[in-house]
């Protein structure tokens, strides 16, 4: 048999955790690894309790669903994070897209979709849920998906010259943290070239007081 999903539920409201556990655990091929009430502790348990798949609420105390996704996949990019929400509108789900989750879910989904979810993004694909799908607003040819904060900071560093290696030491994190930063905001952007960045930097303001101290 193959190894179990190891599945982290994150959300401040303990009979939501809990009833997502207690359903999940009810599969052979899904291990609940835990249930934290904050994006904080998620943040500083991720690593000892090594998800495949975390389902994260987004309205949380202390770090939001939205900044603990963020830090998260910094720390571990190769974690799938499916954002919990009772919010169906589409900037919310358009955000929670940019910040990199792979699925979005509402919180009145039959509990089997899910599982559904779980096994869509462990197989590498996205998911949104019936609701989430319908509210999300298709993306036209002159809409492009906004950089989070992280990737307007390592656009900055890229663009004036410095390679993965001096960003990731700038910046305090790995190499390959910076490279799959870089290959989102590539594709955010529609730049294929380090040459492009740059330009697209200069066009926009980017590169505007960097020889002061800025936040």
Not at 49 to 73: C, F, K, R, S, Y
Request: proline share 4%; glycine share 6%; aromatic share 2%.
């Amino acid at each position: 048999m193959a190894d179990k999903t190891r599945v982290l539920i994150v959300d401040d409201h303990p009979m939501v955790a809990e009833g997502i556990r207690a359903v999940l655990e009810t599969y052979d091929d899904i291990d609940v690894v835990g249930t934290l009430t904050n994006g904080r502790e998620a943040i500083d348990r991720v690593a000892e309790l090594d998800p495949d798949v975390m389902l994260l609420d987004l309205n949380m105390p202390q770090v939001n669903g939205l900044a603990a996704t963020e830090i998260i996949l910094e720390q571990r990019p190769d974690t799938r994070i499916l954002i919990l929400s009772m919010h169906d509108s589409p900037e919310y789900i358009s955000t929670a897209l940019s910040h990199g989750a792979m699925g979005y879910v509402l919180k009145d989904v039959p509990t089997e979709e899910v599982k559904k979810a779980i096994d869509t993004v462990m197989a590498g694909s996205r998911y949104l849920c019936t609701g989430a799908t319908q509210s999300l607003r298709p993306v036209t040819g002159d809409s492009r998906e906004p950089l989070t904060s992280r990737e307007q900071t390592i656009l900055l560093e890229l663009a004036q010259g410095k390679s993965n290696k001096e960003v990731a030491l700038v910046l305090d994190i790995s190499v390959r943290t910076v490279e799959t930063h870089r290959k989102n905001i590539k594709r955010k952007l529609g730049i294929s070239s380090t040459a492009g960045l740059t330009r697209y930097a200069i066009e926009h303001g980017v590169l505007q007081g960097t020889g002061r101290v800025t936040e």
